[in-house]
C-alpha cells in the first residue's frame, strides 16, 4: 500500500462531524423514546405521525397526509389500511370527486387524542432542551428539509 492510503483523512470527513450522523442518532433515538409513550396508545410513531396530522385537521385526501406526514404514498397506505383496522380512520369518496379518497377520524380516533395530549409534554421533559434551543433546531432543520427536498427536484 502507498503512504498515501494511510494518511489521516480531512476533519470533514470525520464521523464526528457530521451532521447527518446527528441526525440520524437523534432520529432513533427519538422513535426509541416514543415506543412506551405511543404503546399504550397501540400506535407506532408513524401511525401517530398520521393521527397528528388528522387531529390537526380532519377530512383530507390522502395526497394531503402524504404532504403534511412528509411519507410517500407507498409508505403511507399500509398505514392508513392498519389504521382503518384499528377504527381510528376512515376511508370514504369525495363528492365533488368519486376519483379522490379523504380520511377522516372515526369516533375512537377522536377519543385517542385526549389520551395523546400529554405525550409532547413527556417527551419534551426526555428531552433535556430549552424551549428556545427546541425551536433553533426545529427551524433548523426545516431549513435544511426544504433545500435538500428543493435540489432533489431540481435534479429531476
Sequence with gaps: MSSAAHTQPSEHLFLRNQVCHSLYSVTNALVRAYRPLLEPLGLTYPQYLVMLALWEQDDVP?????????????????????????????????????????????????TLRT??????????????????????????????????????????
Design 62 to 110: 390522502i395526497k394531503r397526509l402524504v404532504e403534511q406526514t412528509r411519507l410517500d404514498s407507498g409508505t403511507l397506505t399500509p398505514i392508513l389500511k392498519r389504521l382503518e383496522q384499528k377504527r381510528l380512520i376512515q376511508r370514504y369518496k369525495g363528492r365533488d370527486d368519486e376519483r379522490q379518497w379523504l380520511m377522516q377520524l372515526t369516533d375512537d380516533g377522536h
Design 115 to 156: 389520551q395523546a395530549e400529554e405525550i409532547p409534554l413527556k417527551l419534551w421533559c426526555l428531552s433535556n432542551m430549552t424551549k428556545e434551543d427546541a425551536l433553533t433546531l426545529k427551524l433548523a432543520a426545516e431549513r435544511m428539509y426544504e433545500g435538500l427536498v428543493q435540489q432533489e427536484y431540481a435534479t429531476r
